[in-house]
């Protein structure tokens, strides 16, 4: 384990809607497994135009997340409803990592996998 792979925090300064289960807990927890989190939650904002555990109070909205099954409509597309279900999966060992989306079929389409470093700053933007 490199000492960027230590990532583990104790408090929690985001946003409470996007707070990974393991936050709402007090719990010491990893900070890209979160972040992960909030991707998913991010995701299910853009698709269904709404939070997925958003309570009246602060602590109702940790409640939800915490507690509350993910509840997605049956007509959702199966690719996305696999991607959202990995992403805002409650159990931070079990959830999808950032390189599991990269590689995602929903992700990636018929185009094929992302390049895991490409960086657009570099590119020559003149052509």
């Not at 707070?19 to 989190?37: I, K, Q, S």
């Not at 009246?56 to 409509?73: A, G, H, R």
């Amino acid at each position: 384990m490199s000492i960027d792979d230590n990532d583990e925090l104790r408090r929690s300064p985001g946003t409470p809607v996007f707070t990974a289960p393991e936050c709402c807990l007090g719990l010491t927890y990893r900070g890209r497994v979160a972040d992960t989190w909030a991707v998913g939650v991010t995701l299910y904002c853009m698709i269904l135009g709404k939070y997925p555990f958003l309570g009246e109070t602060l602590q109702d909205t940790y409640d939800k997340i915490v507690n509350n099954p993910l509840v997605l409509p049956d007509a959702l597309n199966p690719h996305v409803r696999n991607l959202i279900e990995g992403l805002l999966c409650k159990d931070p060992d079990q959830r999808m990592t950032l390189k599991d989306v990269a590689e995602h079929t929903w992700v990636i389409g018929e185009d094929g996998p992302i390049p895991q470093y490409q960086c657009w700053c570099k590119r020559d933007r003149l052509g």
